[in-house]
């Protein structure tokens, strides 16, 4: 083999080698995203069929429901156009309530039922997940300040407000 062509076969395989790193870095970057979806595009089916995917909204006033004897757990997410049922088995975060926004990650079930096995909730009064808030703005032109405040009762809109909720007193007093 002549210096020539072993400088090509070198160039070669290391282009094939970086191409073959690139398309399984590629593959796995693929099977570890996560979409998120709010409850209105749930409802209009635009969540594939089997895939894991995150749902965010607000807990639904009313809809907390616990299993006596177990830590399963139902409540249900809205983007206060659309609900969707969701069950986790687990701790909930000290911070879920109703009202509150709340991002959880799982599948739907064929019953329509979001299955979870991992529930965030917001850190404080004022956050809300930017992925709900983006949703709710885009869905309602609401801000994130206006997204948990009462509903126009001209709107039409038949809901309760949702609960406003202190904030925690400070550790140090």
């Known amino acids: 083999m002549t210096p020539r062509r072993r400088r090509m076969a070198l160039v070669l395989g290391i282009v094939g080698g970086v191409s ?9 970057f693929r099977q570890n995203v996560t979409f998120f979806f709010d409850p209105t595009q749930v409802a209009a089916g635009e969540v594939p069929a089997g895939e894991r995917f ?25 983007d206060f156009s659309h609900d969707v049922p969701v069950s986790y088995t687990g701790v909930l975060p000290d911070l879920f309530r109703e009202g509150a926004g709340v991002v959880a990650h799982g599948q739907m079930r064929h019953d ?5 096995d991992e529930v965030l909730a917001k850190h404080d009064e004022k956050y809300m997940p930017p992925e709900v808030a983006r949703s709710l703005k885009k869905r309602h032109g609401q801000s994130r300040a206006d997204a948990t405040a009462a509903p126009d009762p001209s709107s039409g809109d038949s809901r309760p407000p949702p609960a406003a909720h202190a904030p925690p007193p400070s550790a140090g007093t």
């Open 112 to 116: 329509g039922t979001f299955v979870a």
């Open 20 to 28: 073959l790193a690139g398309a399984l870095a590629l593959s796995a």
């Open 54 to 78: 995150r749902l965010g909204g607000m807990v639904t006033q009313g809809s907390l429901h616990r299993a006596p004897g177990s830590l399963e757990v139902r409540f249900v997410v809205t």
